[in-house]
């Protein structure tokens, strides 16, 4: 497993954008799949984004897909999450997560996650 660390996170405006960064201990994390979820108050863990391990294949929401973009950065052991056009419905705790090979939609794949960091759209 790898530990996972969050930030970014903050309050934004309707329309603003924000990055999401997610760094990693560890000496295997290119061989790592990584995950974006998110988790509003009262309501399931929801999947956001993921990266497969060499970075070349993404997976997204439908309700993110155009406004947000997954990276990483394995030289830094750091995943992104860029946000752009936010919306109210955004608001949530973002978590990371990781499992090796794999970067799909399931959470309970995931056998690695970070705290969460919140973010909160204002209208």
């Known amino acids: 497993q790898v530990q996972l660390v969050e930030s970014g996170g903050g309050l934004v405006q309707a329309g603003g954008s924000l990055r999401l960064s997610c760094a990693a201990s560890g000496r295997t994390f290119s061989a790592y799949g990584l995950g974006w979820f998110r988790q509003a108050p009262g309501k399931e863990r929801e999947f956001v984004a993921a990266i497969s391990w060499g970075g070349s294949n993404t997976n997204y929401a439908n309700s993110v897909k155009g406004r947000f973009t ?39 794949k995931y056998d690695s996650w970070g705290q969460g960091t919140q973010v909160t759209v204002s209208s």
């Open 70 to 108: 997954i990276s990483r950065d394995n030289a830094k052991n750091t995943v992104y999450l860029q946000m752009n056009s936010l919306k109210p419905e955004d608001t949530a705790v973002y978590l990371c997560a990781a499992k090796p090979h794999y970067y799909g939609t399931d959470p309970t």
